[in-house]
């Protein structure tokens, strides 16, 4: 089946993913003693900005995705395009943390936002003109990937500004809640999108979509405060490792979070792959698979932000990465498409619970003076190691096959988080 087809056949189930998650909304909202940080003017404003401005991203994803292997046919080049996207991470995210702690966050996030329009553009025009290769592709990927190196540490770090650290759990569950539901609106818009206009829309309603989270930055009282002077970029830098190494627990944390962005999420990148030769279900199968590891993970944010705060945060983690690797594990191996679905929903829920939880330990755990630079080193372990991983797993998944490449990742996955669990799990830790 076509990908026009078959969004224009099956977009009544993405109405009733998506009904799920306005119900959700709708349940959540009346209670503001449950999702505390929605009391703030500013993170309202910034909550609601960046749903409709992920959900642009998320479009964007999925039409890159299943363009890139309708182009290609070839693992490789989805990994390929993948580490592109995530290897300026790994060169300029430590650069970016410092900027965060000495210039306004909230400027600085206007700016990025404003920058990330430009390849949503470029590659919405080539598309149309019918010119697009897989190189244009990971070129503006990276483009947008030394942006995204900038935006990620300061976007992180000014939730905390925002909120104050008593709601931080609150805002940063919020946060990935507002992901992960435009994980499940954006590919429903995208399926409309594809049917009716074509897959250059797509790229330009993502364009579009940032306007409303510069609208929102611009409305702000909160700018985000200069913590930091000019005694220059790597003895600031050096401050923040310094801090680091006085917290085992912390590199505990990070430690598991590269493992996991190393060898366990490149999957993801996987996933049409799976969608097309696994389960020989095309654009239907990857529309599913994306949809359900969306509605695990919003289940986990959810909860997260519902629960107000997580005592054992330690303990929670180790759970959770037990819980991914196992799904990961099961998902690789699985040929029943429900069980895999059931799976990767799952899976969903085990990461993002784990991320949360890491994040928020973090943010509670770090001076506000070193924040940015501690969560620029978050991002580069979370988002640098990516482009290792996915062109790591690309290429063995060429040449040995997709589902034993990542039967092989779930099975590592599940000894470090073994390893952290039995240092954790149970042990009473409330930090």
């Given at each position: 089946?076509?990908l026009?087809?078959?969004?224009?056949?099956?977009?009544?189930?993405?109405?009733?993913?998506v009904?799920?998650?306005?119900?959700?909304?709708?349940?959540?909202?009346?209670?503001?003693?449950?999702?505390?940080?929605?009391?703030?003017?500013?993170?309202?404003l910034?909550?609601?900005?960046?749903?409709?401005?992920?959900?642009?991203?998320?479009?964007?994803?999925?039409?890159?995705?299943?363009?890139?292997?309708?182009?290609?046919?070839s693992?490789?080049?989805?990994?390929?395009?993948?580490?592109a996207?995530?290897?300026?991470?790994?060169?300029?995210?430590?650069?970016?943390?410092?900027?965060?702690?000495?210039?306004?966050?909230?400027?600085?996030?206007?700016?990025?936002?404003?920058?990330?329009i430009?390849?949503?553009?470029?590659?919405?025009?080539?598309?149309?003109?019918?010119?697009?290769?897989?190189?244009?592709?990971?070129?503006?990927?990276?483009?947008?990937?030394?942006?995204?190196?900038?935006?990620?540490?300061?976007r992180?770090?000014?939730l905390?500004?925002?909120?104050?650290?008593?709601?931080?759990?609150?805002?940063i569950?919020?946060?990935?809640?507002?992901?992960?539901?435009?994980?499940?609106?954006?590919?429903m818009?995208?399926?409309l999108?594809?049917?009716?206009l074509?897959?250059?829309?797509?790229?330009f309603?993502?364009?579009?979509?940032?306007?409303?989270?510069i609208?929102?930055l611009?409305?702000?009282?909160?700018?985000?405060?200069?913590k930091?002077?000019?005694?220059?970029?790597?003895?600031?830098?050096?401050?923040?490792?310094?801090?680091?190494?006085?917290?085992?627990?912390?590199?505990?944390?990070?430690?598991l979070?590269?493992?996991?962005?190393?060898?366990?999420?490149?999957?993801?990148?996987?996933?049409?792959?799976?969608?097309?030769?696994?389960?020989?279900?095309?654009a239907?199968g990857?529309?599913?698979?994306?949809?359900?590891s969306?509605?695990?993970?919003?289940?986990?944010?959810?909860?997260?932000?519902?629960?107000?705060d997580?005592?054992?945060?330690?303990?929670?983690?180790?759970?959770?990465?037990?819980?991914?690797?196992?799904?990961l594990?099961?998902?690789s191996?699985?040929?029943?498409?429900?069980?895999?679905?059931?799976?990767?929903?799952?899976?969903?829920?085990?990461?993002?619970?784990?991320?949360?939880?890491?994040?928020?330990?973090?943010q509670?755990?770090?001076?506000d003076?070193?924040?940015?630079?501690?969560?620029?080193?978050?991002?580069?372990?979370?988002?640098?190691?990516?482009?290792?991983g996915n062109?790591?797993?690309?290429?063995?998944?060429?040449?040995?096959?997709?589902?034993y490449?990542?039967?092989?990742?779930?099975i590592?996955?599940?000894?470090?988080?073994?390893?952290?669990?039995?240092?954790?799990?149970?042990?009473?830790?409330?930090?």
């Open positions: 089946m076509s026009h087809l078959y969004f224009a056949w099956n977009k009544k189930h993405y109405h009733k993913i009904w799920i998650y306005v119900k959700a909304l709708i349940y959540i909202m009346p209670n503001p003693e449950r999702f505390s940080a929605l009391s703030f003017r500013d993170f309202r910034f909550w609601f900005g960046q749903l409709i401005s992920l959900s642009g991203t998320w479009m964007q994803s999925v039409a890159q995705g299943w363009l890139v292997y309708s182009l290609t046919k693992p490789f080049y989805l990994g390929l395009v993948a580490a996207n995530a290897l300026p991470i790994l060169l300029f995210t430590l650069i970016g943390g410092v900027m965060a702690d000495r210039f306004p966050k909230r400027n600085l996030l206007l700016i990025t936002q404003a920058l990330s430009l390849p949503a553009l470029i590659l919405g025009v080539l598309t149309s003109m019918g010119i697009t290769t897989v190189w244009h592709v990971a070129l503006l990927a990276f483009f947008l990937g030394t942006i995204n190196a900038i935006d990620i540490p300061t992180q770090s000014f905390a500004e925002m909120v104050g650290k008593g709601h931080i759990v609150n805002a569950a919020l946060n990935s809640a507002a992901f992960n539901g435009a994980r499940i609106i954006g590919p818009i995208a399926g999108t594809i049917s009716y074509g897959i250059p829309a797509c790229f309603l993502n364009a579009a979509s940032f306007v409303a989270v609208a929102a611009a409305s702000m009282q909160t700018r985000g405060e200069i930091i002077g000019s005694q220059g970029v790597l003895s600031e830098f050096m401050e923040g490792i310094t801090f680091l190494r006085g917290s085992r627990e912390i590199i505990h944390v990070f430690l979070i590269m493992v996991f962005s190393l060898i366990g999420l490149p999957y993801i990148s996987l996933l049409p792959v799976f969608a097309a030769e696994v389960f020989h279900k095309g239907k990857f529309g599913f698979l994306v949809g359900f969306g509605i695990g993970a919003l289940i986990a944010a959810l909860g997260i932000a519902a629960t107000g997580i005592k054992n945060k330690t303990g929670f983690m180790a759970f959770a990465g037990l819980c991914f690797s196992t799904a594990f099961i998902f191996f699985s040929k029943i498409f429900p069980v895999s679905l059931a799976a990767i929903m799952f899976g969903g829920w085990g990461i993002v619970s784990y991320f949360a939880a890491a994040n928020s330990y973090i509670v755990s770090v001076p003076e070193l924040r940015g630079r501690v969560m620029s080193v978050y991002s580069f372990v979370f988002l640098g190691t990516a482009p290792i062109a790591i797993m690309g290429a063995v998944a060429d040449n040995i096959g997709t589902p490449a990542v039967t092989g990742a779930g590592l996955c599940i000894i470090a988080s073994g390893i952290f669990a039995k240092k954790y799990l149970g042990k009473g830790r409330h930090a």
